[in-house]
């Protein structure tokens, strides 16, 4: 099993930045691809970004690309997500995400999930 928990969340305004972080246990963190998803309230959950095992493959979802960048210290056990030039339109509850066999942007093939941490950008 493995345990999962965002932090980071918070109020910010728009232009501003937020740095979540996603802390595992209970596997080999070196062996999980991590995600980043985000859900406001009557929508599906939104692929954000992921990242493979070693770090070295990201992808970003358009909303974001050029704007956020998702990194992992595996030593740590830890993923991030660096948010720059935040919109009224990221504002969402971000939730951290590992599997261990793929890389995908589909949130059902994820295994773990955090409880997410809420991000509300100010206009």
């Known amino acids: 099993q493995v345990q999962l928990i965002e932090s980071g969340g918070g109020l910010v305004q728009a232009g501003g930045s937020l740095r979540l972080s996603c802390a595992a246990s209970g596997r080999t963190f070196s062996r999980l691809n991590m995600g980043w998803f985000r859900q406001t309230p009557g929508k599906d959950r939104e692929f954000v970004a992921f990242?493979?095992?070693?770090?070295?493959?990201?992808v970003y979802a358009d909303t974001v690309k050029g704007r956020f960048t998702i990194s992992r210290d595996n030593a740590k056990s830890t993923v991030y997500l660096q948010m720059n030039r935040l919109k009224p339109e990221d504002t969402a509850v971000y939730y951290c995400?590992?599997?261990?066999?793929?890389?995908?942007?589909?949130?059902?093939?994820?295994?773990?999930w955090g409880r997410g941490t809420q991000v509300t950008v100010s206009s």
């Open positions: 995400a590992a599997d261990e066999a793929r890389l995908t942007t589909t949130a059902a093939h994820y295994d773990y």
């Open positions: 990242i493979s095992k070693s770090g070295i493959s990201t």
